[in-house]
C-alpha cells in the first residue's frame, strides 16, 4: 500500500546527515529543529501559527481541549473517517453528533449538516478524507450563522486545496478555525515515527493550545489549565523538515499515479472511479474506488488481489455510529445510508509517492481479472 523505503533511499544522504546532527546536538525536545520546522510548515501552509505535537489523534484532542467546551456539548462530524476523529470528541465527553456523507467525495455533506445543529452544537470537524478536501464554503459559512467553531481534521490532506467561489485558494487546514494534521509514517508527509500538528491563525488559541501541550503551562511550574504532555520530537523535525520541501513532488506523483488508475479503469463498468470535486486540489492519499455490486463482490475481489500479493485495504468497513464502542449514542443501521454503503463499497488501491506506471499497470490489469472472476464470466 505505502513505501517509504524507496522514498528514503532518495533522501537518504539528507535525512542520515539531519539525523545525526540532531544527536551531537543534544537537544532532542524543542529547540532550533523543532522551531524551524514550525516556521517552514506555517509558510507552506499559509498560517501564522503552527504547534507540534506527538500524532494527529493529540491534536484533535488539543484543539477541541481548547474551545473550552462543557460536558454534554455536541460537535458534529462524519461517520465515515478513522476513528481519531470522533474518539477524541467521546474521549472529552462531548457528544460526536454524526452526519451523512457525499457520494461522490465520501466527505461530510454539507446540506445535512443544518438539520443536526441543535442548541448544544459547538463545533463541526470535518475530515479530507483520502486526500480530497470537504466541501469548506458551505461549511464555514453555515458556521459563521450559528456561531460554531471549525476543526479541519487534515491528517489525510496535506498540501491539498480548496478553491473559493471568488476564486481564494487556501490550503486544507488553513479555512477552518483550526486545522490538525498527523505526521504517521504512511500519511502524505510521514515521519519515521509518530507526529503531529495543529494550525490555527487565532492568536489567542495558539496560545491556549501551546499551554494545553505543555502540561496546562505558560511559566515553568505553573499550571493555569489541565494539559497533557504533547510534542514533537526534535529527530522526527528534522526529517519532516526535510521531506515538507519534497510534498509538493510527492503530492503530484500521487495524482500522477492516479491520473494513470483513472485512464487504466475508466471502461470497468462496475466499479466507480474517485471524483475529484472541482473546488478540489486532491492530493489522493488514497485511491478508493467503489464496486458497485456491494459487500461480498468487494470481499471477493479483495481476497483475489490479495492471492496475487496485491495489497488492498478497505477503509472503512464499519462506520462510526456503527462501532461498538459508539452504540450508547443511539445510532443504528440505516441512520447514515450514503455513509453504509460506503463501508460496504469501497476499496482502497496501492497508493505512494514511488508507485510506476508499471505498477499501476500490474494492480489494474488484476483488478479487471478480479471483477471477472467475481462476474463468474471465467
Ligand atoms: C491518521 C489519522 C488520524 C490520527 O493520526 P495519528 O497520528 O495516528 O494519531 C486522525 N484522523 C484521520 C482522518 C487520520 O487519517
Given at each position: 500500500?505505502?513505501?517509504t ?9 539528507e ?13 532532542y ?33 488539543i ?84 456561531g ?82 504533547s ?19 510527492y ?5 500522477q ?10 471502461e ?36 483475489y ?20 464502542a ?10 447514515l ?32 481479472a ?9
Amino acid at each position: 500500500m505505502v513505501d517509504t523505503i524507496t522514498q528514503y533511499e532518495r533522501i537518504r544522504d539528507e535525512i542520515d546527515q539531519a539525523v545525526a546532527a540532531v544527536i551531537r546536538s543534544g537537544a532532542y525536545i524543542n529547540g532550533p529543529v523543532v522551531q524551524q520546522f514550525r516556521e517552514n510548515l506555517a509558510a507552506y501552509l499559509g498560517v501564522e501559527h503552527v504547534i507540534p505535537c506527538a500524532n494527529g489523534t493529540d491534536a484533535l484532542q488539543i484543539a477541541l481541549m481548547a474551545l473550552q467546551l462543557r460536558p454534554g456539548d455536541e460537535v458534529i462530524t462524519t461517520a465515515f473517517t478513522f476513528v481519531a476523529t470522533a474518539e477524541v470528541i467521546a474521549l472529552l465527553g462531548l457528544k460526536p453528533v454524526f452526519v451523512d456523507v457525499e457520494p461522490d467525495t465520501y466527505n461530510l455533506n454539507p446540506q445535512l449538516i443544518e438539520a443536526a445543529i441543535t442548541d448544544k452544537t459547538r463545533a463541526i470537524i470535518p475530515v479530507h478524507l483520502f486526500g480530497q478536501p470537504a466541501n469548506m464554503a458551505p461549511i464555514m459559512e453555515l458556521a459563521r450563522q450559528h456561531g460554531l467553531y471549525v476543526i479541519e481534521d487534515n491528517a489525510q490532506a496535506i498540501g491539498a486545496a480548496y478553491t473559493f467561489a471568488d476564486g481564494q485558494r487556501l490550503k486544507t487546514g488553513a479555512i477552518g478555525h483550526i486545522g490538525t494534521t498527523s505526521f504517521y509514517p504512511s500519511k502524505n508527509l510521514g515521519a519515521y515515527g509518530d507526529g503531529g500538528a495543529i494550525f490555527t491563525q487565532d492568536e489567542e488559541l495558539a496560545a491556549r493550545m501551546w499551554m494545553i501541550c505543555n502540561h496546562g503551562s505558560s511559566r515553568r511550574y505553573y499550571h493555569d489549565v489541565v494539559g497533557v504532555n504533547s510534542r514533537l520530537d526534535a529527530i522526527q523535525a528534522a526529517i519532516l523538515d526535510i521531506k515538507l520541501r519534497h510534498l509538493d513532488a510527492y503530492n503530484q506523483a500521487r495524482i500522477q499515479a492516479a491520473d494513470q488508475y483513472d485512464q487504466l479503469l475508466k471502461e470497468e463498468a462496475g466499479i466507480g472511479l474517485p471524483l475529484r470535486a472541482a473546488y478540489a486540489h486532491h492530493v489522493f492519499h488514497q485511491y478508493t474506488i467503489r464496486i458497485k455490486e456491494g459487500r461480498e463482490k468487494r470481499d471477493a475481489i479483495q481476497a483475489y488481489l490479495s492471492q496475487q500479493h496485491i495489497p488492498a485495504m478497505i477503509y472503512y468497513p464499519v462506520p462510526l455510529h456503527l462501532q461498538a464502542a459508539y452504540r450508547g449514542y443511539g445510532y443504528k443501521p440505516g441512520d447514515l445510508p450514503v455513509t453504509e454503503q460506503l463501508s460496504e463499497e469501497v476499496l482502497s488501491l496501492p497508493m505512494h509517492s514511488e508507485l510506476t506506471q508499471e505498477q499501476t499497470e500490474h494492480v489494474s490489469g488484476h483488478l479487471k481479472a478480479a471483477l471477472k472472476q467475481a462476474a463468474g464470466i471465467c
